[in-house]
Structure formats: structure tokens, C-alpha cells
């Protein structure tokens, strides 16, 4: 199980180089393009809302194989794809290839969570969910560094090939450890469309709201983390690469930190405790930014509370959704966490655009959180009957 888990873990990491590395270069590519870096923002949005438009229709486009078949077809894709950024001649080429690689991303996550579930002991599975996030947030931590690192002193190009090669050696362990593990699926086979009959079910209609809100207070603050900190918290631009370090520590800490609260406690109140400090940090940023010290505390800090939140909510859609589609509904996930990303990406950056400053991101941060909240204590309170508070 430990191997099998890695090689998800190894696919995050890849994935997560993928979406995260472009928000530390951001500068960089916007320079070489000569485009301003709100602009250079949508290359985030792009790759977002490919996740949002593949995940569901490569699920259901792959529904026959077997899970371990998906989980190499997809990683497959997503190698290939990201190829072509490596050789991207402009940037509305590099926006088109950053869209189709991010096709495979929700489906694989889709698929990985339900495995890696599957693959837990009985109590575990929250831990075993954040043990394939955690590739994410070992991205973070040190691919996304090393990729900014890259980008910033030689070319962000480079960076696209570090990838490409992750990518291979995910398909090399996938391979060589991925097991075979049923998973439930809708008995006509036959008829791709069989699938979306989850969609009749009210709870996936919030559960893809709040997945689509709530974390986009992450991409606000970190899409624009490298002028925030270079402009405004006074860092200088060649020591970016150890920012993200400390960005990506702190998700790593928080992921690791949000599985095991959500085995010992209820998910949802891990989710509603998590929104709230949220806020706490978001507010702390925005108010103490020029502050040095204070902002390299608070960068770590709000990357452990923005993670402590993804294993939380990955599993209370996993365990509140009855359904024989469990890829499809594990797909909803990844896809929208990603529209949570290129609406974070992108309504972040418009008071930006308007010369509000770079700080005025988390007053956008702070709203969509709220809102989150919002939508949360509403599904809460219509469905306290019908979901399985883990």
C-alpha cells in the first residue's frame, strides 16, 4: 500500500510542479512575453479551467479500463501535454497548451482519491487521501522552488521540461506498484451518459459550490504572492525560490495536519474551523504585508490553514454522495477546486488591474471565504438529516 500511495503522491507531485511553478514565475513569463502580470495571471486560469472541462469528460471517456489503466492513460496525457509548453513560441500558445495539459489533472486526482481511500485501513482514509495530496504539497514545498529557481535564472522552459520528466517517472511507478482495486461503477456500461445521473442529486449541486468557492482564498493570496512579497513585504526577487519553500512548508504541514484531524473529528467541522481562520489569516496579511518579519510568518501560516481544508472536504464528498459513479463524483473534487483557482486567479487580480495594490487580493480572499462559509452552513443545515458526518 505504502508504494502504491507513493506513486500518487509522485503524480501530485508532478501536477502540482504543473500548477503551482507558474504563480512564482509569473514575473518571469511576463517579461519574456512583454504582457503585464495580471495578464500573465490567466495562464493560472487557463490551466484551471482545463481541469474543470477534462475531469469529468475524460472520466466518463475512460469509464471501461481499469482503474491502474486510467491512472497510466491519464498521466500519459498529461506528460505529453506538457510538452508542448516547453516549446510554446508565444503566449497565446503557451495559454492553449496550459489549458489541454490541464485536461488530465482532475480526473487523475478523481481517480487517485478513490483508490488511495480504497487502498486505507478502516479510519485511515483521510490520511490515505492526504498522503496522494501530499504530492501536491511536497511541490510546494520543493518542486515549485526549484521550478521558480529555474524559471527566474535560466527559463521558465527548463522548468516545463523538469516536469515532463516527473511525469515519466510517475508512469514508471504506476506501473511497477499500482494494484488493481474494484471501484464502483454504473451497471449500463454502454451508455456514457448513465453516469451524470448524480447530478440529480441536490448535495453534489452544493458540494460543487463549495468546492468552486471556498479555496479560491488560496489562489487570490498565492497567484500574486511574487509582487506581494517583492513589492510590498520588501523581499528581494532573487529570493522568491525560498519564499515559495516556505509557502509550500506550510501546506505540506497543513495537509499532513488537516487528514489527521478529519479521521479524529467531523469533517465539517474541520471544514467550518478551517474558513474561519481563513479569514483570521487573510486579514493578518492584507493589514501587515509591509511588515518583513510578520509577512514570511504569515506566509507560512496561511499555507498550513489553506491545506488543512483540502483533505476535509475531499473526503466529505466522497462519504456524502451515495453513488455507483464514485470516479465521476471523486472528478468533482479536483475540477472544482480549479474553478476555485481560475476564479481566485482572476478576481484577484482585477482590484490589482485597478491599482488597488497588491494586498487588495485578500480583501477578494476574505469575500469568497465568506461566501463559502455561506453556502457550507446552508448545505449543513438542509441536509443534517440525509449526510454522514464523518
Known amino acids: 500500500m505504502n508504494k502504491s500511495l507513493l506513486a500518487l503522491a509522485l503524480g501530485g507531485l508532478a501536477i502540482g510542479v504543473t500548477e503551482f511553478t507558474i504563480m512564482g514565475m509569473l514575473p518571469d ?72 495539459s490541464g485536461l488530465p489533472h482532475g480526473a487523475f486526482f478523481g481517480v487517485g482519491s478513490v483508490v488511495a481511500s480504497k487502498l486505507a485501513r478502516k479510519g485511515k482514509e483521510a490520511q490515505a487521501v492526504a498522503t496522494m495530496y501530499s504530492g501536491l504539497t511536497v511541490a510546494n514545498l520543493l518542486g515549485v522552488p526549484l521550478g521558480t529557481y529555474i524559471g527566474h535564472h535560466f527559463s521558465w522552459r527548463y522548468t516545463f521540461l523538469l516536469i515532463v520528466i516527473i511525469g515519466i517517472l510517475t508512469l514508471v511507478s504506476l506501473k511497477l506498484w499500482m494494484p488493481e482495486v474494484k471501484i464502483k ?41 511574487a509582487p506581494l512579497m517583492t513589492q510590498v513585504s520588501g523581499v528581494q526577487e532573487q529570493n522568491m525560490p525560498y519564499i515559495m519553500v516556505l509557502a509550500g512548508l506550510g501546506m505540506f504541514v497543513g495537509n499532513l495536519i488537516g487528514g489527521k484531524l478529519t479521521d479524529r473529528f467531523s469533517a465539517s467541522k474541520i471544514v467550518m474551523i478551517v474558513l474561519f481562520l481563513q479569514i483570521l489569516t487573510m486579514g493578518t496579511i492584507y493589514f501587515t504585508a509591509q511588515i518583513t518579519w510578520l509577512s514570511l510568518v504569515m506566509t507560512f501560516i496561511t499555507g498550513v490553514v489553506s491545506f488543512a481544508l483540502i483533505p476535509s472536504l475531499t473526503l466529505l464528498l466522497l462519504k456524502s454522495v451515495k453513488s455507483n459513479s464514485e470516479l465521476l463524483v471523486a472528478s468533482l473534487g479536483p475540477a472544482c477546486f480549479n474553478i476555485a483557482n481560475a476564479l481566485g486567479a482572476y478576481l484577484g487580480g482585477v482590484p490589482i488591474e485597478k491599482g488597488y495594490g497588491y494586498t487588495s487580493a485578500e480583501i477578494v480572499a476574505i469575500g469568497m471565504v465568506i461566501l463559502g462559509i455561506i453556502i457550507f452552513s446552508i448545505y449543513m443545515k438542509t441536509n443534517k438529516n440525509k449526510v454522514q458526518l464523518i
Open 185 to 225: 461503477k454504473q451497471e449500463n456500461q454502454n451508455n456514457p451518459w448513465s453516469d451524470f445521473v448524480i447530478f440529480k442529486d441536490s448535495k453534489v449541486w452544493f458540494m460543487i459550490l463549495i468546492f468552486s468557492v471556498a479555496p479560491g482564498a488560496l489562489f487570490a493570496w498565492i497567484s500574486y504572492i
Open 29 to 100: 513569463v511576463a517579461k519574456y512575453f512583454d504582457v503585464s502580470i495580471p495578464k500573465a495571471g490567466y495562464l493560472i486560469t487557463s490551466y484551471a479551467l482545463g481541469v474543470v472541462i477534462g475531469a469529468p469528460l475524460l472520466i466518463v471517456g475512460m469509464r471501461k479500463y481499469s482503474s491502474t489503466k486510467m491512472l497510466l492513460g491519464l498521466m500519459l496525457l498529461f506528460t505529453i501535454f506538457n510538452a508542448l509548453s516547453v516549446i510554446a513560441p508565444s503566449f497565446e500558445f503557451l495559454m492553449l497548451s496550459r489549458f489541454i
